[in-house]
């Protein structure tokens, strides 16, 4: 079957007045119809920068894509003009963001948020927009459409505004659905209802969904795949499954044994200790290497892509067939540490 | 792959990957935009110019201000008589140079007892909250709904023209933003979250006003009074274009480009040099103040 | 909305009541009386002059007299036309002045937002400093002695238009200007500062992201968030517009209420200055109510209530 989307070693830079920021750095994955993959990491790991630059979104000075492809549908978004990625945005490739509040234009109604999506990309009239968007927000489970297209967002509940964000994005039942940490603002009850939402109409459209978030609480009820980033690399790829029964990178291990589970044995949680590297000046080598515990002199040189199984990748000197270490066994020490 | 280089490496939590370039203070950063900001600069110098010019000019000029000759009256500027003569014979270079010192001494203080009256009034509004402060803001909302001008020339035609009470006038009426700026500043800081940390962790609201709301205010409270300079001199300018102004034979820059407008068909240099002098001087200390106002906004911290 | 309206009307009258108190007493406390810098007046004409204007009667009765006047609009004689009114003159300068000045709103307005849009968009290029240099020589350059070059160079080395009198558009033109430049170059900058602030909001992020394009931003997204500040500046530009047309109409000759309140301070005609400064505060006074009120209809996020308590 081939990939809807398919991003190839994309480097991305920012030129600050301090030097430049590797922000992406060689990052590559594939996206399947239909499928949901979740990218997760630390604030600062490269993971929204990688879905803006999908979108082609990123702030252009002082940002730049350095390298790579992104491959869609045949055609290569980083060579593309900003009018073709403007028919693409919003129509076949759709992004929701994490702050509901400021993300929607206070000024406008909701439905005039949302009927501009079809207005624009499938040119209908603004009343038939606007009988397109009562019918979106029913979609999305806000009651009483009808009145609610005329309100304006600071008139709504954080839960309802995230809601219509995403009735705006999926307006035009795009193959893609970009979630940049979209429950982050949200209380936890609320949290729980639009990822149902998100994962009924992944369901009910085949939209793909590419998930981002620091939480891996989420990543384990809604993706098929996750990404683990890290200094702006991809550290470790796999079936969700798999990662979290058979982590390999010491990165990954951190963040599972960070997440509270019922059948932990200590009764304390287990940080990451150390700071996320400065990326002005990535160090030579695995940029986890400061806060590895099992760190040995070749993560001085970076690691080459590891496949472990067929579907699951990693990028770690531990894998390595000269390494007298195996990382199951690290693991469980871990575990029981 | 030697089996060495997989030799475990001693586990310490390294700490040298810092961020690499050092950080600087505020006032430093401040500073440095400020440096960058051409225009701002060539304002600073500008205005050292005109300052130092005012002071020591007229010690320089052969003629006094108010030497009247009737047989060299009105003639172009040439090599003797720089800016040209007036029409009644007065080296206007001189003129000028004496115009100078009364528009910026107007100028500067105006601009430092409005920001003293303006920073009282509203710190006490500010900080005191409540009743007071409502009831001190309605009398500064109430007087506020008459244009500046408009209070201005009414003070000088119930004082009668003079330089004391251009002072006067100027600053009864003046200090109205800054106190407006300063309330609004302190009333914000109190409410921020760090003011409440500090509060917890002990400080007396003494510290709290000197270490935290005074520091932070500084900024617009500055920005404000560099702006309020050229202001004033506009004020005593217009006011002495329609004869409300400094009394003869004491010349501001605006009795001169008032006298010099009127004799505009023919003598066009009369009014242009006093006028310069004043658009000059404004846009100075704009420029001025708009490079403090681009160094002091957080925002454009690149 | 209608309590908000009725307590704003309260005070607004309040506010000229006091207005017209404060100047009366401002007046009254010129030492010597509006006749004594007269050419030399017998003490006998002096007497009779002072009776007819009742200039002798007790301060307290002058007082209530004229309060009693103003609530039937009227402002007294002047002291210097003997047969004109306040209200005469007052009616025959404010409808130049109003022609004149809406002119120069205008101006201000149309060319200080274009100019600032533009010099967002082209934020730290050249246009940019361009826009933001010359909106900085409109700041610092007085009306007064813009208005002096414009009639040097203009009027006199390029006949191009008159340079004074008030008759028919041509004449509108460089004292228009002349009263515009501040103004516009205030606008521009506030426009230019909001749209920059509102661009780099979360919102115009998820715009971009829905495809829309460059225009669509600026002038539907955008604009509206951005003028809101410009807004609020309605209020002193029409005060700034106002004291402006003081010198300029007087430079031009044009026969508006500034050249007539210029021409009664210098003949310290004490009823007209008095009288046009109340005539001056109520209107700035009920323009400011007008503006509080047309705010709420651009931004959805006020209700009138909250607008109140400040």
Redesign the interface.
Known sequence: MKPILSVENLKVVFN????TVQAVNDVSFTLYKGETIGIVGESGCGKSVTSSAI?G?IPSPPGQIASGRILFEDEDLVTMDD?S???????QI??I?Q?PM???????TVGLQIA??FM??QKLPKKKAMEKAVEMLKLVGIPAPEIRIRQ?P?QMSGGMRQRV?IA??LACQPRILIADEPTTALDVTVQAQIMELIKKLNTEFSTAVILITHDLGIVAGMCSRVLVMYAGRVVESAPVNELYANPQHPYSWGLLKSVPRPDMKSGTLESI???P??L??P?PGCAF???????????KQPPAPIKVTEDHMCRC?LL?K???HTPDILFKECETA | MKAEIFKKVDFQLDMSYDIGRSSTTYWQDVWRRLNKNKLSILGLIIISFVIIAAIVGPFFTPYSYSDQNLQIANQSPSTVHWFGTDNLGRDLLTRVLYGARISLSIGVVASLSTMIIGVLYGGIAGLFGGRVDTIMMRIVDIVWSIPFLLYVILLMVVLQPGLMNIFIALTLVYWMPMARLVRGQILSLRELEYVMAAKLAGASSWRIITKHLIPNSLGPILITATLTIPEAIFSEAFLSYIGLGVSAPMASWGVLASEGASSLRSYPFQLFFPAAAICITMLSFNFIGDGLRDALDPRMRK | MLQYVSKRILSMVLVIYIVITATFLLMHSIPGGPFTTEKQLTPEVLRNINARYHLDDPLWKQYTDYMGNILRFDLGPSFKYQDRTVNNIIADGFPVSVQLGTFAVLLAVTVGISAGIFAALRHNRTLDYMIMSASTLGISIPSFILASFLIYFFAFKIKLFPAAMWNGFSYMILPGISLAALPMAVVARLTRSGMLEVLSQDFIRTARAKGVGKRAIVYRHALKNSLIPVVTYVGPMAAGILTGSFVVESIFNIPGLGRHFVTSIYNRDYTVILGITIFYSALIIIFNFLVDVAYVLLDPRISLEKKGDN
């Open positions: 600050t007045y301090a030097g979108m979104l009018k990625l403007q028919k693409i945005r919003g129509n759709s992004m963001f702050d400021t993300s929607l234009n206070p000024v406008l501009e999506s624009l990309h304006y600071h964000m705006m994005a200790a150390g700071q590297p400065d002005l000046a160090p290497m400061p806060r590895c515990r099992f760190a040995m002199e070749v993560c000197w390595d000269a390494s007298p």
